[in-house]
């Protein structure tokens, strides 16, 4: 099993940058699949990022690419660096992981921590 904690979210204004941090501990192998989604108001779930643990390259979705970068270091943490913010990159973001190779989609991951709230104002 894996526990993740999220933090950093916060209100910014459009064109800020912004470091969410998620506290991973468990089992976490270097196969892992750690992830990102968002849930805006009135909107499922959204596939944002994701990377294999001990990879480098991580997988993003369109409407981020460019400008959110995902990392993980040495000390079981999990990062999405955010710049040039947008209204619409206002939402609940989630950390999750699974144990299910090359994993993106929102069921494929079993294990989520409780969120952390992104507000970007125009």
């Known amino acids: 099993q894996v526990q993740l904690a999220e933090s950093g979210g916060r209100l910014v204004q459009a064109g800020a940058s912004l470091r969410l941090s998620c506290a991973a501990s468990g089992t976490i192998f270097s196969s892992t699949v750690m992830g990102w989604f968002r849930r805006a108001p009135g909107k499922e779930n959204e596939f944002v990022a994701a990377k294999t643990w001990s990879e480098n390259s991580a997988r993003y979705a369109d409407s981020v690419k460019g400008r959110f970068t995902m990392t993980t270091d040495n000390d079981s943490m999990v990062y999405l660096q955010m710049s040039s913010l947008k209204p619409e990159d206002t939402a609940v973001y989630y950390c999750?992981?699974?144990?299910?190779?090359?994993?993106?989609?929102?069921?494929?991951?079993?294990?989520w921590g409780q969120g952390t709230q992104v507000t970007v104002s125009s």
């Open positions: 999750a992981a699974t144990y299910l190779t090359g994993a993106s989609r929102g069921y494929e991951f079993a294990y």
